[in-house]
T-cell receptor, first 114, second 117 residues
Framework: KQEVTQIPAALSVPEGENLVLNCSFT??????LQWFRQDPGKGLTSLLL?????REQTSGRLNASLDKSSGRSTLYIAASQPGDSATYLC?????????????FGKGTLLTVNP | GAGVSQSPRYKVAKRGQDVALRCDPI?????LFWYQQALGQGPEFLTY????????KSGLPSDRFFAERPEGSVSTLKIQRTQQEDSAVYLC???????????????FGNGTRLTVT
């Protein structure tokens, strides 16, 4: 069974700081890994998708890396802003015998203080 | 509409009642997923539809849970004889391509928050 762990569970930083969120997964036989953002009472917004053959993806101030063999991914947020405050979820597709269902971590609750 | 629409946004049910949750996917999307997100947890897979066919229902917690998508567009998740442990946010997601297109992006709705008292 695929399991996804996210560290830390919560993070509070001052505005402008660079930060790293961590994600690990137990079965490296994945097709891709996604980072999502979830605002309170809202659904999930996809931030970055890294295919299994890729090492990283970038979008604006966000950079996600993938080390498939070691089962790890990081999400780097540069120059954080209060608007970045949200829960960040990591999800993998595949592994654990599943071809298409996403397996999510519990998320990291990020608070960026003005 | 432009995105995945779910209704109602909030539902309070007394233990033992039946509930029905609706999902309107993006028009033309082939794939439709239901996920359950308990408080403080990540979403967990419930079931998957490709058009009107339910190809995987392995995540449904019990036989009290039933999902359908009769015409390959709108889907309904029904929970019979609700229990307190059913309290969660139920998320619907759709995708333009079939689930075998592993890199096809999923579009999530805002979810239905179910509270069973």
């Amino acid at each position: 069974k695929q399991e996804v762990t996210q560290i830390p569970a919560a993070l509070s930083v001052p505005e402008g700081e660079n930060l790293v969120l961590n994600c690990s997964f137990t079965d490296s036989a994945i097709y891709n890994l996604q980072w999502f953002r979830q605002d309170p009472g809202k659904g999930l917004t996809s931030l970055l998708l890294i295919q299994s053959s890729q090492r990283e993806q970038t979008s604006g101030r966000l950079n996600a890396s993938l080390d498939k063999s070691s089962g790890r991914s990081t999400l780097y947020i540069a120059a954080s802003q209060p608007g970045d405050s949200a829960t960040y979820l990591c999800a993998v597709r595949g592994g654990g015998g599943s071809n298409y269902k996403l397996t999510f971590g519990k998320g990291t609750l990020l608070t960026v203080n003005p | 509409g432009a995105g995945v629409s779910q209704s109602p946004r909030y539902k309070v049910a007394k233990r033992g009642q039946d509930v029905a949750l609706r999902c309107d996917p993006i028009s033309g999307h082939v794939s439709l997923f239901w996920y359950q997100q308990a408080l403080g947890q990540g979403p967990e897979f419930l079931t998957y539809f490709q058009n009107e066919a339910q190809l995987d229902k392995s995540g449904l917690p019990s036989d009290r849970f039933f999902a359908e998508r009769p015409e390959g567009s709108v889907s309904t998740l029904k929970i019979q004889r609700t229990q307190q442990e059913d309290s969660a946010v139920y998320l619907c997601a759709s995708s333009y391509r079939t689930a075998s297109d592993y890199n096809s992006p999923l579009h999530f709705g805002n979810g239905t928050r179910l509270t069973v008292t």
